[in-house]
Each structure stands twice: as structure tokens, then as C-alpha cells.
């Protein structure tokens, strides 16, 4: 149970969530960490089991690594969440489902890209996006302020606007919100 939030904009991506994490009606954290920033230009919001969010989460900043060593060249965002949704869809096929959903938030050469990934390995490309037990409340706040030429800064106040909502209403969602915003690649043009 829980809120996260990941919104695309014209300089960006901005991903939000709640600092809760419970153990059925109890409150196990008060302090959970559920952004994981891979590096400077891709990030995981978790929604779900955190043991199996964080393992994925592992093996897949591996992976893309030993990828890009092989290749000689980073993954995109797109190539990076498809990486992301086999590994859980591996877990589901061998009968040991990651009961997670993430939200894969990042920057490329085109520009920034929210990704939807679930254990079922299926991904979605989504301007905003929410998940968690209070994203019905999130997507009431994102549906009615986004707009595609919203900032950063813009971004970081909705999406804490829309992971405030959620903890006023659901019981799984509380004790405080982290942003993270990831800027646009700067590409510099080279004259001669």
C-alpha cells in the first residue's frame, strides 16, 4: 500500500511518493525510501512488495550495466523499462510472481519518458501516471492541473499536491513525500 507518482515534462521527469510502508494495518516505516535513482537519468518509484521491488531493482542496474559495456553505448528509457518488465515477467512465468508495479521514470536523446511496468511484464508510456493503493486519489489531482508544457518546478508541486491527496484518504499512504526530478540531457552543438 502505498503512493507513488511519475509526471513527463517539457524539461523533464519528475517522480513523487509517500514515505509509508505497512505490513497489513500495521505501519512497519515511516521513513521508506521508494524512488530509487539508478543514475542521472533514470529513476524506479515502487509500488508494492519492497523486497522484491529492491531485488528487481538490483538485478536490473546490473544488467543494464553488462548491456552497455557490451554494446558500447547506454540504453534509453524505452530499451531500460523493457529490461525492467522481463525480469518481473521471468518471476511470473517461473511461478514466483514480484508483486510489484513501478513506475520507470527518465531522460534520453528524446526527451523525458514516464514508463508504467507490472509483473506481468507488460509496459505502458504514459505522460503521468500513479500506482499504489491512493493512486485513484493521485489521478484525480494529475487529470485536472497537467498539461504538456508544465516545468519541473510546476511538476514537483503537482506531484506533491497529488501524493498529499492520497495520504488525507488512504490509510496506506502517509508519513511524508519524496520528489525526485530528472533534467533534459543537455546536448551541445558541436560548429566547426
Do not use: C, W
Not at 525480469?87 to 512465468?93: K, M, N, P, V
Not at 510489484?100 to 521514470?105: G, H, I, K, P, T
Not at 510546476?154 to 499512504?173: F, L, Q, T, Y
Amino acid at each position: 500500500m502505498t503512493t507513488i507518482v511519475g509526471i513527463k515534462t517539457k524539461e523533464g521527469v519528475v517522480l513523487g511518493s509517500d514515505k509509508r510502508a505497512s505490513k497489513g494495518f500495521f505501519i512497519g516505516s515511516k521513513i521508506t525510501q521508494k524512488i530509487a535513482k539508478i543514475d542521472d537519468t533514470l529513476a524506479i518509484a515502487i509500488a508494492g512488495q519492497l523486497s522484491d521491488a529492491e531485488y528487481l531493482i538490483k538485478v536490473a542496474k546490473a544488467e543494464r550495466k553488462l548491456m552497455e559495456l557490451r554494446r558500447g553505448f547506454p540504453l534509453d528509457v524505452k530499451e531500460s523499462t523493457r529490461l525492467i518488465a522481463n525480469l518481473a515477467y521471468s518471476g511470473l512465468r517461473n511461478y514466483q510472481p514480484y508483486y510489484v508495479e513501478l513506475l520507470v521514470a527518465g531522460v534520453d536523446q528524446d526527451g523525458g519518458h514516464v514508463f508504467v511496468a507490472d509483473m506481468s511484464g507488460a509496459i505502458t508510456n504514459e505522460d503521468f501516471a500513479a500506482s499504489g493503493s491512493g493512486s485513484p486519489i493521485a489521478y484525480g489531482v494529475l487529470e485536472s492541473v497537467y498539461n504538456k508544457d508544465i516545468t519541473n518546478e510546476k511538476a514537483k508541486e503537482i506531484v506533491s499536491k497529488a501524493v498529499a491527496a492520497a495520504m488525507e484518504r488512504d490509510p496506506g499512504s502517509g508519513n511524508g513525500i519524496d520528489v525526485l526530478a530528472i533534467p533534459n540531457l543537455l546536448v551541445k552543438e558541436v560548429t566547426s
